[in-house]
């Protein structure tokens, strides 16, 4: 099946983000994500009356503070009434919605942001409060054990073994070293088993962020970014919701939003994977063909700092500003969602021929 | 800045669910200590059995029993369970295909130590002592080394059918309230009200948020306000809230404080239910333990003019 065309050329234009950080005792979700609001508006110049939609991405269960979505809205300036929706999912997902926005025509500029706060809970249990009310839930498998299950079903199958992923979690940290943004950075330790198959450096780093970027249309990108970064191809999609259904050691999801993206069509240099854990890089190294000669990750990703909820925005968000900084001419950007990679969004980016 | 504030903030709800008709068979039969699997159009035999097929969506009803053994298509060592799993001491979680199935079971199996568990080895469900159709029913698996049991004949038709579950759900927070409001709660302790202003619109917001609503910038000029404030609107409760130990009726009402350009909420006392009016001015009444007011009563001021509190409705 080909990649369909878009309708409209669109692009992400800015992106900003706090440093991701283990706590953020002293700010609310609002006072978190206002200074990242401000920073990706300066940079276009944009004020909250010129954008025409906003769109989030954020879960009240993470920190356990009902409507949270709502009070983070002060932080936008919403009056006069804005045009303005929320996905209880990842920003990744609410940045998909902006752009169907853009494409009927009804906006030229999105704002679109994400926020999670895991330090008030204990993320690893809020997350079992997403699956299968009947039949799994009630056991409070973790979303670390969950990741375990797959790694071993990995290494079953020989696609990795413990060195292979403890290699994945070193190259990310060490990338990440250049990322001032980032939670986990340089050396560390493999450490001991959380569940195994999975050390605790093979899991991500627990912690509060937020982010944001800016999208634009045709000529409005233009005016509003020295190298827009065109969105070529978005596409989602998922997988059954039950575990022992599908093939752990495959994303057929993440292939087939990979290939109506468009990210087959010609090879990319760059590509941000949203993979909390490192048994997933190898998964979707595999479903998204990324082979060695591609960067993966050089931001450090989601095992350098996971701000639920907005790290799979972010993963979209450091594409782009590669694309910005004339660092990449193509990447694909991944965001995940759910269990065991469940639900997939891809992504594929490019700057202007230069 | 002052100290960050922090309290323990417990979620839990018990969440009632109705089940649907193959989901009702399949813990209805953990009860009886049957497993149930659903078979597809094309001849596959899910365990747990779903209501669709994930693949075509097709509706299934064909229920057939599955054994209670198995084997291990994939498993991780959990050296340190956690509250709600299923056992309490170390245990491999381990995605089961049962004899007879075609999809695997997520559950625990209680095994002496991870090199005792393997992908591929056999396991047999050790059955609950207490079964009250949930998948809880199945304590966990357990090694086994017999040859594969015998599936019965069950066709999934049960005399009393569970039709819900209870799922309790707990989650437990360290609440942190942020700066705004922990200037507002640091304040409260000594029995003052501050708010936040906006240094765009000059709004007073009260009790701060840390940002301004329709400005999206920052408030941090700290404002005392009040004590004393206005009625602006309320509404008379009739009915008793759980746990509230206050007569009905009372009212409750919008309160702007002084000094402030939004109203709060509270209760008004001191003053019969049937009496309270807009414009009333009130002034706090604090907790025995202070850190809030408990209520708000009448000053004894002529009442406010509806133009000096008609913005703040």
């Known amino acids: 099946m080909p990649a369909p065309t878009p309708l409209r050329d669109i692009a992400v234009v800015a992106f900003a983000q706090t440093d991701h950080r283990r706590t953020t005792d002293e700010f609310s979700e609002v006072e978190m994500l206002m200074p990242v609001l401000h920073e990706v508006l300066d940079r276009t110049g944009l004020r909250t009356g010129d954008i025409g939609f906003t769109c989030s991405g954020s879960s009240d269960y993470l920190a356990g503070r009902a409507f949270s979505f709502t009070m983070a809205l002060d932080g936008v300036g919403a009056w006069p009434p804005i045009s303005e929706s929320h996905v209880e999912m990842d920003g990744a997902w609410a940045l998909y919605e902006a752009w169907t926005k853009l494409l009927t025509g009804e906006a030229d500029t999105a704002l679109v942001y994400a926020y999670g706060k895991s330090s008030p809970g204990s993320v690893r249990d809020v997350l079992t409060r997403q699956l299968d009310p009947y039949y799994v ?10 990741a375990a299950l797959q790694a071993q079903a990995l290494i079953d199958a020989g696609d990795t073994d413990e060195p292979a992923l403890a290699a994945v979690a070193g190259r990310s940290r060490a990338s990440a070293a250049d990322n001032s943004h980032a939670q986990l950075r340089g050396s560390v330790p493999s450490g001991d088993y959380l569940v195994r198959p999975l050390r605790t450096g093979d899991c991500p780093p627990i912690g509060d962020g937020a982010a944001a970027v800016i999208l634009a249309a045709g000529e409005r990108a233009r005016e509003l970014c020295e190298r ?20 752990l050691t495959d994303s057929p999801s993440a292939r087939l939003a990979a290939e109506r993206a468009g990210a087959f069509e010609r090879p990319v240099d760059t590509a941000e994977l949203h993979a909390p854990f490192t048994s997933q890089e190898v998964v979707l190294r595999k479903a998204l063909r990324i082979g060695d000669e591609v960067s993966v990750n050089p931001s450090g990703g989601a095992l350098a700092a996971n701000p639920v909820m907005a790290t799979g925005l972010v993963r979209i968000g450091e594409a782009a500003a590669r694309i910005h ?14 269990p065991c990679l469940q639900q997939n ?10 | 800045m002052p100290e960050v504030l922090k309290a323990p903030l417990v979620v ?16 209805t039969g953990l009860r009886e200590r049957v497993v149930l699997g659903v078979r597809t159009g094309d001849g596959r035999t899910l365990v747990p059995p779903v209501e669709y097929d994930p693949v075509t969506s097709e509706d299934l009803h064909d229920l057939v029993e599955v054994a209670p053994t198995g084997t291990v298509t994939t498993w991780a060592w959990n050296h340190e369970p956690r509250r709600g799993q299923p056992l309490d001491t170390p245990f491999a979680w381990v995605l089961v295909r049962l004899d007879g199935a075609d999809t695997a079971l997520l559950h625990v199996l209680d095994a002496p130590g991870p090199d005792a568990v393997r992908t591929g080895m056999r396991v047999r469900v050790r059955w609950a002592a207490q079964r009250s159709g949930a998948v809880t029913d199945i304590a966990c698996f357990e090694p086994y080394d017999g040859p594969p049991a015998e599936p019965g004949t069950h066709d999934g038709r049960f005399e009393d059918l569970v039709t819900g579950i209870v799922a309790p759900a707990r989650l437990d927070y360290t609440y942190s309230p942020g700066r705004a409001q922990s200037g507002y709660l640091h304040a409260l302790a000594e029995r003052r009200a501050v708010g936040e202003r906006c240094p765009s619109c000059r709004k007073v917001y009260v009790p701060p948020r840390g940002a301004c609503p329709t400005c999206g910038v920052a408030t941090t000029e700290q404002v005392e306000v009040g004590p004393r404030g206005t009625v602006t609107t309320y509404c008379i409760v009739n009915i008793k809230a759980k746990n509230l130990d206050i007569e009905v009726p ?11 350009d939004l109203a709060l909420h509270g209760r008004i006392g001191g003053i019969p239910y049937d009496q309270v009016r807009m414009g009333l001015r009130v002034e706090p009444v604090w907790s025995p333990g202070g850190g809030h007011p408990d209520h708000y009563r009448p000053t004894g001021e002529p009442d406010a003019d509806y133009e000096t509190y008609k913005e703040l409705l």
């Open chain 1, 137 to 146: 839930a009630p056991l409070w498998p973790d979303s670390v054990a969950l």
């Open chain 1, 228 to 247: 827009p970064a065109w969105i070529r191809g978005i596409d989602h999609r998922i997988e059954a919701h039950g575990l022992g259904v599908r093939d």
């Open chain 1, 325 to 338: 900084r004339g660092e990449s001419r193509r990447a694909l950007a991944h965001a995940t969602s759910g």
């Open chain 1, 345 to 354: 969004l891809v992504a594929v980016l490019e700057g202007d021929p230069r």
């Open chain 2, 12 to 27: 839990e709800f018990p969440f009632t669910r109705s089940l649907g008709p193959v989901q009702s068979a399949f813990l």
């Open chain 2, 250 to 260: 009372y009212v409750y009402a919008h309160i702007a404080l002084d000094g402030a």
